[in-house]
């Protein structure tokens, strides 16, 4: 799943030419995303986030202030990657981050907590 989502904010920063300022903040924004990983992850396999429908982080357990912090600061950075990825693609960030829900989905360790199409949530299998 690291692999997947790192790799989808690499093509985001190759796709197109850049403004010099628009780099250095697609590099912020991809070492801020990779520097939370592991504690992204960690909220996942501890059920305290799930996976959303909509391609964000989503809080369903009992989280302290600094976790549900780092939900926030995920979900803000995934919001920059789909409208960078829908304005290319000519398309909207909703569309982006609902194709990105079933990657994420698909991708999640067993245990996460998944929302399908519908609304429904349950542990991945």
Known sequence: MKTRF????LLVALCGAFAPVARAQDAELKQRMAQRLVSVDDLRSRQIAGENNAGFLEVRGPA????RQLVEDENRDRAAVYALIAKRSETTAETVG???AKQLAA????????????????PKR
């Open 6 to 9: 790192l790799s989808l904010l």
């Open 64 to 67: 302290n202030p600094q976790e």
């Open 98 to 100: 609902r194709a990105r």
């Open 107 to 122: 991708a999640s360790a067993k245990g996460v907590l998944v929302q399908d199409a519908a609304g429904n949530w349950a």
